[in-house]
């Protein structure tokens, strides 16, 4: 398995990114059976979760990020997304996702930065 992140960039305070993660070489009814979440850590930081989406189809976020980001998947293409508005210089940092199977993280993305600007 391979989590491939991207969509991170440079963007001025107020403006809005979206981040995708592919998970390479999974089948796609493992991808359906999966949790996955998106984290991040900025410098000097401990890695915080950011949002979950659960196989059954809940969601979760951190209380920094709720009523501005939203999680989201699509089964049929074995991606993860992460839709972020609003945004902050404090949600300066690197962007991981991860999958959770059998109550452990056990693959991570490699990280895509997102910077945001006052």
């Known amino acids: 398995v391979q989590l491939q992140a991207s969509g991170g960039g440079l963007v001025q305070a107020g403006g809005s990114l979206r981040l995708s993660c592919k998970a390479a070489r999974m089948i796609t009814s493992t991808f359906w059976n999966t949790d996955f979440f998106w984290y991040r850590q900025a410098p000097g930081e401990q890695r915080e979760l950011v949002a979950g989406?659960?196989?059954?189809?809940?969601?979760n976020y951190g209380d920094s990020v709720k009523g501005r980001f939203t999680i989201s998947r699509d089964n049929t293409k074995n991606t993860l997304y992460l839709q972020m508005n609003s945004l902050k210089p404090e949600d300066t940092a690197l962007y991981y996702c991860?999958?959770?199977?059998?109550?452990?993280?056990?693959?991570w993305g490699q990280g895509t930065q997102v910077t945001v600007s006052s």
């Open positions: 989406s659960r196989r059954d189809g809940s969601t």
């Open positions: 991860t999958r959770r199977s059998q109550g452990s993280y056990d693959y």
